[in-house]
Nanobody
Framework: QVQLVESGGGLVQAGGSLRLSCAAS????????MSWHRQALGKQRELVAI???????NYAEFLKGRFTISRDNAKNTVFLQMNTLKPEDTAVYYC???????????????WGRGIQVTVSS
């Protein structure tokens, strides 16, 4: 089993910054992709950023360079640095990891419980 624990969310004023962290635990053999998603109240979950095992990144168009995804491989942790936050960034943010676990290298696709980010105007 892979467990993900998110941290770093909270309330911030518009224009401020937050850094989200997502730490993975379990008998992880490899991680193929790490990503952040968000879901605002009454809306569908959407992809924010994704980081592949090879280091390639992709971001949602609406971010316009305000967010940065990164990782600490040694700690199986993925980060999301969020700058110049706007009220429309208010949402529950979820991390997602895809990879393999255990001796038999079974595939896994794990989601965190989500963490609230609220941006006040």
């Amino acid at each position: 089993q892979v467990q993900l624990v998110e941290s770093g969310g909270g309330l911030v004023q518009a224009g401020g910054s937050l850094r989200l962290s997502c730490a993975a635990s379990g008998n992880i053999f490899s991680i193929n992709a790490m990503s952040w998603h968000r879901q605002a109240l009454g809306k569908q979950r959407e992809l924010v950023a994704i980081l592949s095992s090879g280091g390639n990144t992709n971001y949602a168009e609406f971010l316009k360079g305000r967010f940065t995804i990164s990782r600490d491989n040694a700690k199986n942790t993925v980060f999301l640095q969020m700058n110049t936050l706007k009220p429309e960034d208010t949402a529950v943010y979820y991390c997602n990891l895809v990879g393999t676990i255990g001796y038999y290298r079974r595939d896994f696709n794990a989601w965190g419980r989500g963490i609230q980010v609220t941006v006040s105007s």
